[in-house]
């Protein structure tokens, strides 16, 4: 088990907080900043298993500013135990409902609510405990998307990017059908797979390690919902795999990206024949839902 993790910080001006994003994001396993409306500047974070590719991240920091022609930020470079990073206080965190589900960090609450769907998953070592703007943004899409499968049931969905496997056991829930949880992240996998023990749901969910679509398991062609809560430059990257798995009908849901790379992620796929559905948005945040036709 990694109790360790790497974190980078730097405060920069607001404005630019997404540039500075995406200038290091090849770099770091994770990247994200505060929007303070009281404030014009922002702390960004980074974190970063080993080893860290410190001179290219810094590189990547003084190229930025100097394109906006300001002076570099001073780096923090810090070792963080899994406990420092507010994971202890999130299991604490108190329930939260997006549409049709509850969603905690701890033990259940006992009380019987029956329109409800209930999930534990606590906050951890990977992405997904239902508070991130862009994980709500999918939940809601799942909950919106029932009505296009009306005739027939989604028999097959995948899960590319799973994290905590949150938004798999989210499908598993609406359809009772088998998914494919997959990520880059050994570490999420293991997670997640202690996720789908704690919710009942190993049987509906097989928890992967790959990268993107090498693995066999999600080559299949078929998938009639594919979920893919990442980055912007991955989802790009990786739109003409997904074109390929997903069956003519198949409804797929994009999120973790600002609005500022919409078009980009979006374009991208409208090049692979999907079509636009539906898009939500959540504060900065964007989930897109796209349709390949029949």
Known sequence: MTSNLNQISFTTPKSLAPTFADSICDFVDSVSWKNDDKRTTTE???????????????????????????????????????????????????????????????????????????????????????????????????????????????????????????????????????????????????????????????SNISAISSDGYNHRRTKRYGYDIVVSNILARPLVKLSRNLAIVLRPGGIIILSGFLIKDKNWVMNAHLRQRFYLIKEIIIGDWVTLVMRRPQ
Do not use: Y
């Open 44 to 202: 960004i974070i980074a974190l970063i298993g080993d080893p860290v590719n410190e001179l290219d991240i810094k590189k990547a920091i003084e190229q930025v500013s100097q394109a906006a022609n300001i002076r570099a930020p001073k780096v923090k470079l810090e070792k963080k135990k899994i406990e420092d990073l507010n994971v202890s206080q999130a299991l604490h965190l108190s329930p939260i409902r997006v549409g049709r589900f509850v969603i905690s960090g701890g033990k259940q609450s006992n009380k019987k609510n029956l329109p409800l769907i209930r999930l534990n998953v606590p906050a951890g070592e990977a992405f997904g405990s239902g508070r991130h703007e862009t994980t709500k943004g999918c939940i809601i899409a799942l909950n919106k998307i029932n009505k296009f499968f009306s005739k027939n049931k989604p028999r097959r969905g995948l899960d590319m990017g799973s994290g905590s496997g949150i938004l798999a056991m989210v499908m598993a829930k609406l359809w009772n059908m088998p998914i494919i949880a997959s990520d880059i992240d050994p570490i999420s996998t293991r997670v997640c797979n202690e996720n789908l023990k704690k919710n009942g749901l190993r």
